[in-house]
Structure formats: C-alpha cells, structure tokens
C-alpha cells in the first residue's frame, strides 16, 4: 500500500532523490565504488560539497559576504556554537520563547553569557507567535525559531533592531521566498525540507565573526570550518550528498518560488479542512499558523480510536502529535506530495460523517 | 573493472553492507517508506539503535558499567567532550602525542586544562610509538590514540597507570581483541572499521561521569546522551544504520576474533613484500607497524610514475601517502578482503620487474 507520510521529521523526501542515493550507496556516478567508502578529499565528493554549496546560494538567492557551511550536530549543537561565536565576553543576547526548541537554544547560550528573554508564548502552550516586544540595544545578537514543528506556529514577519539576527530555521528554510540580508546567521537541521538526519546548513554572515574576544573550541569555530570549506574534519558524506540531490530537485521544480506557492495550497486545503469541519479544531492561533505542521486536535477526544483506525487504513502515518500538545500534527514539507494532503482530508470527512451517524 | 580500495577512510564496507543499505533508502525493512524518512523515535528506528548498541557490547565484549553511544561530530568533537568531561577545574592531563590526531586533541584539551605530553614522536616523523615515559600520578586522564592512521603506527600494548585511560580507536576499532576494562573511555569515528561517516562511537565508563565540577554544554555531555540513549537530539540514522550492518557483518564472520585472525594474514603479507621486493622500504619501525595502515615509500622516487600508472591500471584506489608523509599509504581494515592485498602484492612485484629490465 502507498504509504502517506506525514513525520515531523526526519521526514518525507522527493522519491527521485532516494531512488538517486540508493543507487550511489552501491556505485557512485559510475566509478564502482560506492559513495560511502570513497575519500571525503576524492575529486568526486568535494564536488558534491560544491554543488550543495552552491544549490543553497542559488535557491536562497544569498546576498554577497554570506559563507555556507554543512557541519554536524544538528540544531543542537548550533545552539552552543551560536552563543560561541557570537556571544562576547559578558556579554548578552536576546532569545524568543517560541516553543520547545527555542528554550533549548537558550538554555545553551546562558553558559555563555547573560539572556534576556524578550518575548513568550509559554502561557499558551506556544499557540501563538509573540508580537510584543522590546529588544534592547545592548545585546549581542537576537535569536528565534522561525518554525515551532510541535505547535504548528511560524514567524511571519522578522524582528528588526540593531543587532545581529539569528535565527534556527530547521524546519522551514527552502519553503518560502525570505529576504535573507535581514539575518545575519541561520542554520537548519537538514531533517525536514533538505535531507536526512546528520548535518546541518549553517548560513552566516563572514563579517559577523571573530569579533567577541573569546577563545572557541575548533569544532565550535564557525571560521574554522570557513576556512575548511567544512571539511576540517569528515564531513557526513551521504546526508550532505542527498542533501544536495533534494536541493536539485528543488531547483529543477522551479526553486523555492515554486515550491512556496505549492506549500500555501496544501496548507490552505488543510486548514480549510480543520475550519471546516465539526470534528477538528487548529492547535495554533489562525494567523500564526505554520504552513509546514499543521497542528490540530478532536473536538471530541472520545473519537479518538475510530479516526486512529481509519487514517491507519489510508496508508497515513507519522500524525500522532508531539506529547507535549497531543492531538495530530500533519507535517507537510516541500516534499508532500498534494495528493497525501487530499488523502488526509478525505479521511477527516470520512471521519465526520461516521460519527455523525 | 573491479576496484581494489586502499582508502584511508571513508573507506571499504563489505559488499552486502553496502547492497542492504542500498535497498533501505528505498524500502526499508519491507514498511514502504524509506530508512531516512521515518522518525527517529518510531520502533522501527530504535530497534536499529538498540541493535547497534547491543553488537557493540558482545563483540568487544564490554564489561558491565559501560555505556554504548552513537553521536556525531567525529573524533574531532570528542577531543573537547573528553576534556569537558574528564578534566577537572584547573585540572591537568596526560597526552601521548603520536601524530595529527594526537596533536589535535590535545589542542582542545588545552582550552579546558594543563596538558602534560608524556612522548612524542614527533622527532622523526610520528614513524614510532614511544615507549619511554612517565606517568605523573596528579592528572586526571590519560590520552592516546591507538592508530596513527597517517604514519601506519600502532600502539600494541597500553600505558597502565592511576588515572583514567582515554583512547582515540577511530581507525583500529573492532580490529583486534583487546581487554577493554582497562580503557575508562574509547571513541571512534564510525569511517573505518564501523561504517560511514557521520556517526562517532563512544564507549564510556559511567562511574567515571559528574566528577569535573564542571558545567558541561548539554550536546557535550556524555551523561545528558547516556540518559537519552543517543537520541537527545536527531541521531545520524544512515550512519548508524550502515553501522548496524557492519557489526552484524562481523558478527556472523566469527567477530572480532576471526577478523583479527585475517587482519594479521593480510598485514604479514603486505609488510613481508616491502620487506622483501627492492623497491620498496617501509616508514614505520618494525615494532609498531600499524595492521590497518601499511606505509612504505619507494627506494628510487625517480619511479613513481612507472608504479603509479601500474596500480592504477590494476584497478587500485586509494594508496596515495598522507602529504605529510609522501610515499603510499595501503589501509586494509576489516572489510578489505585478501585478494586486493595480493593483487596489490602483485602490482609491486611487476613494477620490481619493470624497473628492474
């Protein structure tokens, strides 16, 4: 049975892209050896690098002065680096609250340095995107998730102030058309609209760097790994190679201009869907709403079982909500397909009118 | 044409590894959805990282008190976590420097504490392995890297001392038996012996955890991934697959015993023809030559040419020394079979000929 797969990550990818890194597992490009066991400095993989490296400019449409970077160690860790890099010898920063993951990265940076939560929606469950706010001109950088993927919410509009603008786009970057010369440093675990689980994209403003007068761990130095093309240790030769074969199949789709427009049909359809009918209501505020996790909840917790059992039966998975929310959270990255949107929503009627019964 | 792979690393995974991962990124385990596109936290995924975690165990045969981890970031990573981890607040350690990666890591200890270098090689080249030292009794670890990857030298018995006995096994792992209750920590990158790149092996003491006194960053501490089974964060879930596959490899092969068994055929082999064959002298001293990575450098380097163009033809890859050290470099780990070595033996017996006439 066709399945339609809807995880939050990691998560869904282009079929032609994993029918491609199948295929380089056992015999890259032809040469008879496979991706996985050839030399990271072999001609046939710093091409790769390359041509990633690349694809992300192209497809961001990144302004002069930015260097890209594949590391490992997921958001998490850039968590830590951000604060490293950024953050200078007492000095400050200023994070959003906007969820689970934002919480995580200020966790990290107060090691570093003192933290002025300047906005949060915890008293909501994360519902909404905080809109009042006063960043102060003495921090160091702002920081902010622009895609909470457990409570459905996203930023529609960027934080302007006169300090430096980071921001963890793990679960949204290549799904939307940004004016990126309003960041000064993002990264994104590839898990959701990049590829599988094991680096990171890492886009940051050369200018912005070695300029906090603290002494950073080599694997923690953004300008280390600049200055290695990211390859000042192995990088993760077949996360960033299928990397590169989504962001490819992205371009020939039309880039992230395309792809936007497809993701905005697929997210209203869904959420129409929601609106609509008597069983289902959003998890998040309307206007806050994500285009990539589509968070929602029974209005009669008692159904529960009949629509577990009848999305299981069309092929359906990976909409169990995150713990901390509960309900269902239908992620629907560039990769979607719209069909397995409509399959879901056909089930959310089906559902509808057998309990109506 | 067949190619015989010499790599350094990433290098040579057994065939049916390399088939079996293949047919996962398309379907994996029969589920119709791909290894790369499930969640980490679905059953399927976690079945694959307890295996993992488990083959570890039996086939170094642990004793009871360590903890198995899959992390990410490389040896490169594991040079700072081991000195956040171990080394007390104006703590001090002990480091064997025996070549690049030794180097390196002692590198970021000294961002964390005072290193003391009880030997280097470093007077000819990292071609030994230091004998001659004193362990004082006031450091908090020992550090030494088991195979040095670029010089083709091996550690064959280790220091004993008080302190804590931390070693660098990314290139030998899983290639010897060895008595692993006298190490209090062991990391490898997965690239050699394990897998692809992208996942990094940890094996640690948990008696020896939360002693510093130290705040450790949450991605750098070893008890925050322990108490989270690696999965604190997005694991890297092809590499821990591929490595999965591997350890299965070798278990069904007769397991560490039986590889070493071969390890040491192919090795004899390989050094009794430097020995033997004219053209040829070895870099490492006898004592210590590394049973993964077999260096040796021409008699007369106004032939290279002639021998380069020879192994090439013969469907060789991958021999080509470290710029460091020059000459060649043949790493033979676990998954190179005997009939590349002998084809490689051959090749340097008809270059011996060739220059010979």
Not at 47 to 54: D, F, K, L
Request: proline letters at 3%.
């Amino acid at each position: 049975m066709k399945k339609h797969n809807f995880s939050a990550g990691p998560c869904i990818l282009p079929q032609e892209v994993l029918k491609k890194a199948s295929e380089a597992v056992v015999n890259f490009n032809g040469i008879n050896l496979s991706l996985i066991e050839i030399s990271h400095r072999s001609k046939e993989f710093v091409e790769v690098m390359e041509n990633a490296r690349s694809l992300v400019k192209e497809l961001l449409d990144l302004p002069e002065g930015y260097s890209v970077l594949f590391l490992q160690g997921g958001a998490s860790l850039e968590f830590l680096m951000t604060a490293y890099n950024l953050m200078k010898i007492d000095g400050k920063a200023a994070y959003f609250d906007t969820g689970a993951w934002s919480s995580k990265a200020l966790k990290e940076a107060k090691l570093l340095g003192e933290v002025d939560v300047v906005a949060s929606s915890k008293d909501k469950t994360y519902n909404y995107i905080p809109k009042d706010y006063t960043i102060t001109n003495d921090v160091d950088y702002v920081h902010l998730t622009s895609n909470n993927t457990i409570y459905g919410t996203q930023f529609k509009e960027f934080p302007k102030s006169d300090a430096l603008l980071v921001c963890d786009m793990s679960s949204d970057i290549f799904s939307r058309e940004l004016d990126f010369s309003q960041f000064d440093l993002v990264y994104a675990g590839a898990q959701k609209n990049m590829g599988p689980a094991g680096t990171t994209l890492v886009i940051v403003k050369d200018e912005i760097l070695g300029k906090t007068g603290r002494t950073i761990p080599s694997m923690l130095d953004y300008q280390i790994h600049i200055s290695k093309d990211s390859m000042f240790n192995t990088p993760p030769v077949f996360p960033v190679y299928v990397s590169m074969l989504t962001l490819q199949w992205l371009k020939d789709l039309g880039g992230v201009k395309a792809i936007e427009k497809i993701n905005k049909e697929k997210a209203a359809l869904l959420y129409a869907e929601i609106d609509r009918n008597s069983q289902f209501k959003g998890f998040a505020e309307v206007e806050d709403r994500s285009a990539m996790n589509v968070t929602f909840n029974l209005t009669n917790e008692a159904n529960q079982e009949v629509f577990d059992k009848l999305w299981n039966e069309a092929g359906i998975s990976g909409i169990k909500g995150h713990r901390s929310v509960g309900g269902y959270r239908a992620s629907i990255y560039n990769a979607m397909p719209i069909e397995s949107v409509q399959v879901l929503i056909n089930t959310m009627q089906q559902f509808e009118k057998q309990v109506h019964n």
